[in-house]
């Protein structure tokens, strides 16, 4: 009978991996329940010279504008937040 020997070094490793997964997945929920939550109407768009709308039409202020596209923006790292957790917790194929 082998007993297999763990190094404390390599233990903290895997433990520090798993928890920046979650605080990257909890940040990357944190960002879409925050947009869907003050954008329910969203995409907001120029409707107008200085107006802008959202998707049925109500009016929105050019700092709701700004607000939407600094959200919308985050939302585009979300591929590579998905990659990274995927990444740290150690991707396993499936064979078939």
Not at 67 to 77: C, K
Request: a positive charge; charged letters at 20%; glycine letters at 10%.
């Amino acid at each position: 009978m082998q007993f297999r020997y763990s190094d404390p070094e390599t233990i903290r490793f895997g433990q520090a991996r798993k928890i920046l997964a979650y605080f990257i997945g909890s940040l990357m929920l944190g960002v879409f329940a925050y947009g869907l939550l003050m954008f329910p109407d969203n995409p907001i768009h120029p409707c107008k010279e200085h107006v802008y709308c959202g998707k049925q039409g109500q009016p929105h202020s050019q700092s709701e504008f700004d607000a939407f596209s600094r959200w919308d923006a985050a939302m585009g790292w979300w591929p590579l937040g998905i990659v990274a957790i995927a990444l740290l917790r150690g991707v396993k194929r499936v064979r078939t």
